[in-house]
């Protein structure tokens, strides 16, 4: 049998166990979070500070940021959407409210308390969503909290702004304007 021959200790351009590295070693090229804060400075054209906040991640977010809702609205609007991702899962799930035989697609009973909890969701994304049907502004308000586009006119702006405030009524949330 062949003697093996002695290991070369690694050299800078190939890892312990002796595979090339791939890419650079040294140093990350840019940091992921800078990148984002500097696109949506660039796209959006907002400051550095309001770049890098939370909430710039949503339209929503963006106009409350530029001072185009107020913090009542904003809350309204990220409650909405809690709302309508309850709706969601309620009946998007398998066979959520399959009550006939309340057997679930993986053979397991489905509970008295899910069925009460998707009755519930269901039951409070429909109420809150025909509260904006009945005022017009339904279909804004889907569009900007749900589907995060931007509102295009500053009638949509006017009438993302009447919806919100309804929810925020209807929700009870927050008590000040801020």
Request: net charge positive; no cysteine.
């Amino acid at each position: 049998m062949k003697p093996r021959r002695k290991r070369k200790p690694p050299t800078g351009d190939r890892e312990p166990n002796g595979r090339k590295r791939r890419g650079k070693s040294a140093k990350p090229s840019e940091d992921v979070r800078t990148t984002a804060v500097q696109a949506r400075q660039r796209v959006y054209g907002l400051t550095p500070e309001q770049a890098d906040h939370e909430k710039a991640s949503t339209v929503l977010g963006r106009l409350w940021l530029n001072q185009q809702l107020t913090e009542r609205q904003r809350m309204a609007g990220e409650k909405y959407r809690e709302l309508y991702d309850a709706h969601i899962r309620a009946t998007q799930a398998p066979d959520s409210l399959a009550v006939s035989g309340r057997l679930g697609s993986g053979g397991d009973q489905i509970s008295d308390e899910y069925i009460e909890w998707a009755v519930k969701a269901e039951a409070a994304y429909d109420v809150h969503r025909l509260a904006l049907i009945d005022n017009s502004t339904e279909q804004t308000v889907r569009r900007v909290v749900i589907e995060d586009l931007e509102p295009m006119e500053h009638a949509e702006r006017v009438m993302l702004r009447v919806g919100l405030d309804r929810l925020a009524v209807r929700l009870s949330t927050g008590s000040g304007e801020g």
